[in-house]
């Protein structure tokens, strides 16, 4: 959340004139045509949207909640929206799944499958599907209190149409602190419990429970270690295999602000897990992004073994700026969905993101260019690929007919992503910038890019190194250059996900 007190935040909102001018239906015939409405990217019908939430897998469907406000294209009281999908990147809109209530608004958090029906909330044969988020009460907060962040659980027995809230929340109070929330949950197999990472200030907590109904504080992570340049939010933590076959557990955490390229970004830690205690491997700050626009990304609970993927999704923007981008009818996007895996480069461990291989159901109309440095791009919406044999690459650029342009150098061991003429900026001072990757010695063989009406998102070397950042030109791009050395480069164009 923004460093701006909420009772500011409100005004602000009010100020913009508060839903009337953006409100959209969905009977809109518009929707998703409108100008920068990405077409292979998740965004919600209509109004605001911020981070992902409650991410589970169930009976065939993947689940996408998110922080969603209903009135207005600027933040306001959170609710969570709703979409479903079978294959993760074709979604189908839900109606809203929380609602604010007495505790407050429903701020991030996540969902689990309780299996066991260890809360009881469900039954045996039909077990129930559990929420747990935090409640904000701003009115509280607006008083000076500062236990006004507050975990609590919904549940739902039909696969997450309808809701109940938990009669006896809060499931955990506030011990006296502001920033107390974004509980992310999961069972822990060895130890027969559940987990909760919150994120507190700037560190994290962890919890354990035997029912998802009481919780007992397990311990603390993160005091000394970790970028803190800003609060800690959205935490995550799961098990992965490294490349030797032994398990690793990561911990991700989003900052705001205190990213490396200015505002929110998600760092990470890989360590050990006990089943009450994260320890790190080591200090090293680890960014999952070096793009300006992926924030408060989790991980999908309850994928299947038979899958056995780690499954993420972040918000494809950036608090410095999210209320303000040039968009009419509604905010922000998601990234596309990416498959995280544990490798060992140079001695050191690093999550790699990759593209999920469903988006490769949206290719049409492949073109291979060998060592041409010049050609046109098929639509608005591209996936490119180029290989580069010997390393030796030294720019990307993609341009429309006006001249704006969006710039890759890879040059003095780094990775330069340039959006300074990309279009449309002025609606924020720190929007038009160069944001800049570390590449470490790392010789760059391939680079995959996702294109879409109002993004780029850059994967390095099969997702060693990965930028993802927001644009708003005017007209499509519509030529890619290349300079360097030798390369290949297929070309897609990508079918629209919502016709
Ligand atoms: C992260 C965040 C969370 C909070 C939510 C409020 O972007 O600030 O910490 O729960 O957004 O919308």
Redesign the pocket.
Known sequence: ?RNLPIAIIALLWMQCGHGSETTQTESNGDMYTETFRPQFHFSPPSQWM??PNGMVFYQGEYHLFY?YHPESTV?GP?HWGHAVSKDLVHWENLPIALYPDELGTI??GSAVIDHQNTSGLGSDDNPPMVAIY?NHHAEKEQAGDVDFQVQSIAYSLDKGRSWTKYAKNPVLDNPGIRDF??PKVFWHGPTSRWVMAL?VEKVIHLYTSENLLDWTFASEFGEGIGAKGGVW??PDLFPMNDPNGSEKWVMLV?I?PGGPNLGSATQYFIGNFDGKQFTPLDTVIRWIDYGPDN??GVTWSNIPDTDGRRLFIG?MSN?LYAGAVPTVTWRSAKTIPRSLSLKGIHGKHLLHSQPIDELQGLRRDETVFLDEKRFDLPSATSEIIVEIPDGDLESILVQNDSGEQVILRFADGKLELDRTQSGLSDFHADFANVHTAPLDGVSVTSVQIFLDSSSIEVFINSGELVMTAILFPTEPYRTLELTGGMTKTRVFSLASIWK
């Open positions: 959340m911020n981070d922080q933040w959170m701020f991030s935090t929330r974004d994120a939010e959205c989003s705001n924030y408060a918000w608090w």
